[in-house]
């Protein structure tokens, strides 16, 4: 049996901080109290005009070779899951491999919004275990700020900017779920659901990038309902229950969200890593970054069972079985 095993984990965000305050502060008509009460969110981090999403995922993925003690020749596949890429083309990917000096393997985008990281998770693990490459950087790198309607503040103050990596490593073992590697994953999509959150440009259509249209109310009725099914196939798929699980680490996209998620899944609140509050929604860097949070706060420790789990535009949504 081959597992694609973490051994490495490195975040970034830009060092500029925006709280809800600087938002009101700003002309949005907006307060602190609105955005805590309905989001969990009280600041964010926004990147500069030369903060590039593949300038925050390159930082990212140095971060995570650093801790995973690897050099970037190590690495034979590249993974950048993102919807702000630096240009339409060439990827995020293939750039983030140029910075990092990268000559050999493969690099591509993959584009499932919010949802992006837990894709890429599943895709490098098919690559790593069907003997495709042997070492993945696996990256969600976002400037969302980018893509903002600052005049419309139902959406403005919800997002954030950053890139968090992982590197997975292609391992012989046992194929046990107490196995470290990725256990299990479970992907699903539902394209008519695409006026609820999209966003309005685009090569296609206007020609330009666009801003970004949603449907809040909708998008978290069918977050809170909708997560349960890849979950529990994904336990399903390892042999695992929820009383196993160590840490649940969600996409960050809202406290509420979060919460009555893991209410109805019977996952205790004290499990639940929690950045939405720091970070806002960095859509698919959410995830890596809350990751990497919680790893180097002492919270995720060898052997832990992870579970990350995301929804996002199209509707595309996703969970992964991680034994860390
Ligand atoms: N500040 C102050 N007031 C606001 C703001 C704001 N930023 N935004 C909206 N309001 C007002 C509205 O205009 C409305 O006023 P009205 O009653 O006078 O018309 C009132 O607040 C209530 O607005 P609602 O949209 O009904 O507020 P709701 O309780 O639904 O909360 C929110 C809105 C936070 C967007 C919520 O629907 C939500 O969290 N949805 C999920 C969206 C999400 O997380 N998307 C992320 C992308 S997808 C993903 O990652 C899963």
């Keep these: 049996h081959s597992r694609s095993v973490v051994v490495g984990c490195g975040a970034y965000l830009p060092e500029t901080v925006v709280t809800n305050t600087d938002l009101a502060e700003r002309g949005i008509e907006t307060s602190d109290e609105w955005i805590v009460q309905r989001t969990g969110i009280r600041q964010r981090h926004i990147a500069r005009a030369d903060e590039t999403t ?181 336990f399903r798929a390892s042999g695992t229950t929820a009383d196993d699980l160590a840490w649940f680490v969600p996409h960050q996209a809202n406290r509420r969200i979060i919460e009555a998620s893991a209410d109805k899944l019977g996952i205790a609140r004290e499990k639940v890593v929690l950045t939405v509050d720091r970070h806002g929604n960095t859509s698919a860097a959410s995830i890596p970054l809350a990751l990497d949070a919680a790893r180097r706060d002492g919270r995720i420790r060898e052997g832990d069972l992870v579970m990350i789990e995301a929804i996002g535009g199209g509707f595309t949504w996703g969970a992964a079985l991680i034994r860390w």
């Design 54 to 234: 593949s300038v925050l995922g390159t930082r990212a993925a140095m971060a995570a070779l650093d801790d995973a003690g690897l050099s970037p020749a190590d690495i034979d596949l590249v993974i950048c899951a993102t919807s702000t890429p630096d240009h339409t083309f060439p990827s995020s990917a293939t750039q983030i491999q140029a910075a990092l000096g990268i000559e050999g393997g493969f690099a591509f985008d993959l584009q499932a919004v919010c949802a992006g990281f837990v894709y890429a998770v599943a895709t490098a693990d098919r690559f790593l275990t069907t003997g495709g490459a042997k070492r993945a950087l696996v990256i969600g790198a976002e400037t969302f700020s980018r893509l903002l309607d600052w005049e419309d503040r139902t959406t403005c103050v919800l997002f954030g900017d950053g890139a968090g990596a992982i590197v997975l490593e292609a391992r012989e073992g046992e194929g046990t779920s107490a196995d470290r590697g990725v256990l299990s994953s479970c992907l699903r999509s539902d394209g008519r659901h695409r006026t609820k959150l999209y966003v309005d440009g685009g090569p296609g259509s206007t020609g330009t990038t666009g801003k970004l249209r949603m449907e809040g109310r909708e998008v978290f009725r069918f977050a809170v309902g909708s997560v349960t099914d890849v979950i529990e196939d994904a």
